[in-house]
């Protein structure tokens, strides 16, 4: 049962425009979502988050939408550099778990062309 | 600033060793936690615990123990290796109270084979 899914396993985009990265949701109890950015031979590093009581977040070129009616979210880069290429994995803390439990997507290989 | 720290970093193991992989972290935090990564499957939870003294199952934790040493350190144990746990394991901590924003704090990944 994949409460967190991102269908997108790769996308490639040219330097200086936008990437769009998404995920799906089925857990209505998920109450926070994350995004982590993971490099080759590294562990993931945080992002941005959003709490399920907006709909947008945004820092600096990074800006996360989330459309809870949709159980969709997003996260846009713009503009989209070289060193931005990675793999992004979507993240969602359900309100049913205690502390810091996260259900992880599948990630998405981000590849920005210069 | 070392943060969590994994060791080892590559493990070949035959099918049927046991092995032990550490992880301990030096930001006084009370909760840790054991992910493993496969491909297509993004990362998924096998133990965790909340605070010194406790430990919880995650989605996939047959084939595994834990021990929590102490407040700093956790440990994986695969009893009897399988070629299913050839993968990436993370080892990452948290503050104990929910707090939001950036939570969780990983380790570099141990890679480990079975064969």
């Not at chain 1, 996308?11 to 089925?26: F, K, M, P």
């Not at chain 1, 997003?74 to 979507?90: K, M, R, T």
């Not at chain 2, 193991?13 to 030096?26: E, N, W």
Request: hydrophobic fraction near 30%; charge should be positive; include cysteine.
């Amino acid at each position: 049962d994949q409460q967190v899914k991102q269908n997108s396993p790769s996308l490639s985009v040219q330097e200086g425009r936008i990437s769009i990265l998404n995920c799906d949701y089925t857990n209505s109890m998920f109450d926070y979502f994350l995004w982590y950015k993971k490099y080759p031979a590294e562990g993931p590093t945080f992002l941005i988050s959003i709490s399920s009581i907006k709909d947008k977040n945004e820092d600096g070129r990074f800006t996360v939408f989330l459309n809870k009616s949709a159980k969709h979210l997003s996260l846009h880069i713009v503009p989209s550099q070289p060193g931005d290429s990675a793999v992004y994995f979507c993240a969602a803390r359900s309100q049913e778990t205690s502390g810091s439990r996260l259900t992880f997507g599948e990630g998405t290989q981000l590849t920005v062309n210069p | 600033n070392a943060g969590v720290t994994q060791t080892p970093k590559f493990q070949v193991l035959k099918t049927g060793q046991s092995m032990t992989l550490q992880c301990a972290q030096d930001m006084n935090h009370n909760s840790m936690y054991w992910y493993r990564q496969d491909p297509g499957m993004g990362l998924r939870l096998i133990y965790y615990s909340a605070s010194e003294g406790t430990t919880d199952k995650g989605e996939v934790p047959n084939g595994y123990n834990v021990s929590r040493l102490n407040k700093r350190e956790f440990s994986l144990r695969l009893e009897s290796a399988a070629p299913s746990q050839t993968s990436v394991y993370f080892c990452a901590s948290s503050r104990n109270r929910w707090s939001g924003g950036n939570t969780i704090y990983f380790g570099e990944g141990s890679w480990l084979t079975v064969v």
